[in-house]
């Protein structure tokens, strides 16, 4: 897939997103990134990209002139329709079911807002949606695109080993992760639980539901809300929580 990013500090996120599994998404050409700045778009000597917001107020506004040559400029550069995603606070909540509808897109332009924000004409004209990554205010939208980058990246077929597909699964059925041990078997901060140990593959499959099951239901039980556990499952989650209170 191709994601085309436009903000005015490029190399944010091609830095971000040259690490680790996204590095080598694009390494294998899984996937592609291209970095538009809006100042490259915007005229006079000082290339004014931003100003002050009418009605008064603190904090200025990305002018909506740059931002449209910038886009017409990010979408001649490929005949692949672009649907353009704007980063923000005021955005729909981001989640898992999002970042694979988004990873099955041909092509993503991520918009970054500096400032008070976007001239909303712009938002009105050229975005396809809105997305928040949480509630809470950034000095930019870019790290919030770094991370749909690195969430639809590595989403993308041969992005992940087997292990690390397997730990994302966790995860895309709607839960939390169980933990996870390594060597050495014993240590001060505790013993690796026997079972991880057994070879007994079956009952370490139902320890690890039963672990993901206990553990949403303990941090996230707003996860499980409104969702039919099978009976295996809320047997599981029920002996999870007897052997939790003894
Ligand atoms: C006042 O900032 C803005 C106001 C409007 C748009 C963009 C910005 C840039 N900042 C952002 C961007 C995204 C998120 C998020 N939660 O996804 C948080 N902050």
């Not at 500090?9 to 809006?38: K, M, Q, Y």
């Not at 140990?197 to 672990?211: D, E, L, V, Y």
Request: with cysteine; proline share 5%; glycine share 10%.
């Amino acid at each position: 897939m191709r994601i085309d990013v436009v903000s005015l500090f490029p190399d944010f996120i091609e830095r971000c997103a040259g690490f680790g599994v996204t590095g080598r998404a694009r390494e294998r050409g899984l996937v592609s990134l291209h970095a538009w700045n809006p100042r490259d778009y915007a005229e006079g000597n000082y290339r004014k990209v931003d100003d002050r917001t009418f009605g008064g107020g603190p904090g200025m506004v990305m002018l909506v002139e740059p931002l449209r040559r910038c886009l017409a400029a990010m979408r001649r550069a490929d005949p692949q329709p672009a649907h353009v995603v704007h980063l923000s606070p005021q955005g729909r909540r981001l989640d898992q079911r999002k970042v694979r509808e988004l990873a099955a897109r041909p092509r993503l332009a991520l918009l970054c807002g500096r400032y008070e924000g976007v001239d909303e004409r712009l938002v009105q004209a050229e975005v396809d949606e809105e997305l928040s990554i949480g509630d809470y205010v950034l000095s930019g939208g870019e790290l919030a695109a770094a991370v749909v980058v690195d969430a639809v990246a590595r989403l993308q077929d041969g992005a992940l080993n087997d292990a690390a597909s397997a730990a994302q699964d966790s995860f895309e059925d709607g839960l939390l992760d169980c933990p996870h041990y390594s060597h050495p078997v014993e240590h001060p901060y505790g013993t690796v639980p026997e079972v991880l140990r057994s070879g007994n593959h079956a009952a370490i499959a139902r320890w690890r539901r039963q672990q993901a099951l206990g553990r949403t239901w303990e941090r996230r039980p707003d996860l499980l809300a409104g969702r039919d556990l099978s009976r295996q499952d809320a047997a599981l989650l029920e002996a999870y929580l007897r052997g939790r209170d003894g």
